[in-house]
């Protein structure tokens, strides 16, 4: 019997000799890693974290999203529910948690994954650093709160 792999993404088959898959460019993985990918998914989601954190909050689908880009990572989390408002006014927010010695790793990864999402981020970071507005390319000094010129906000207060 021939041996297979599958990408772990989008689940399509490939012959033993092929590496990484065509359409998402992941490494493929043989049916008992897949296999064990899962197990290891699956002790993640049900491990119970100590001394829960709430490192996002956000809509469910957000939520749900970054909560699978941490597990992904191998990095325990879960979702809470606020209920607070019992108006119905307010709509739902949930919450993102991971054990307290898991902050660090789970913001560091948060971010990369924005920057993944969202490569236009790094450019502007880069191009604030070297003193630019990144929306117009206008000179602004370091403490500068918004663009001289077009008047970008370049520091978000909340």
């Known amino acids: 019997m021939t041996q297979i792999k599958i990408c772990p993404d989008c689940a399509t088959e490939y012959y033993q000799h092929i590496e990484c898959c065509a359409d ?3 490494v ?3 049916p008992e890693e897949i296999k064990m990918a899962q197990e290891e998914k699956k002790r993640l989601k049900d491990k119970a974290l100590e001394n829960p954190v709430v490192v996002r909050e956000g809509d469910l689908k957000w939520m749900d999203e970054l909560f699978n880009v941490l597990i992904d990572f191998s990095i325990p989390c879960a979702i809470n529910a606020d209920t607070e408002c019992k108006k119905g006014c307010c709509g739902e927010t949930y919450r993102l948690l991971v054990s307290s010695k898991d902050v660090e790793k789970a913001n560091e990864r948060i971010e990369e994954y ?3 999402i969202h490569p236009e981020i790094q450019s502007s970071k880069e191009m604030i650093s070297q003193g630019k507005c990144p ?3 206008s000179p602004v000094s370091t403490d500068a709160v918004e ?7 370049l520091i978000i207060i909340e």
């Open 24 to 26: 998402c460019g992941v």
């Open 114 to 116: 924005y920057m993944e």
């Open 135 to 137: 929306a117009c390319g």
């Open 147 to 153: 663009c001289p010129d077009c008047e970008l906000p």
């Open 28 to 30: 493929l993985l043989s």
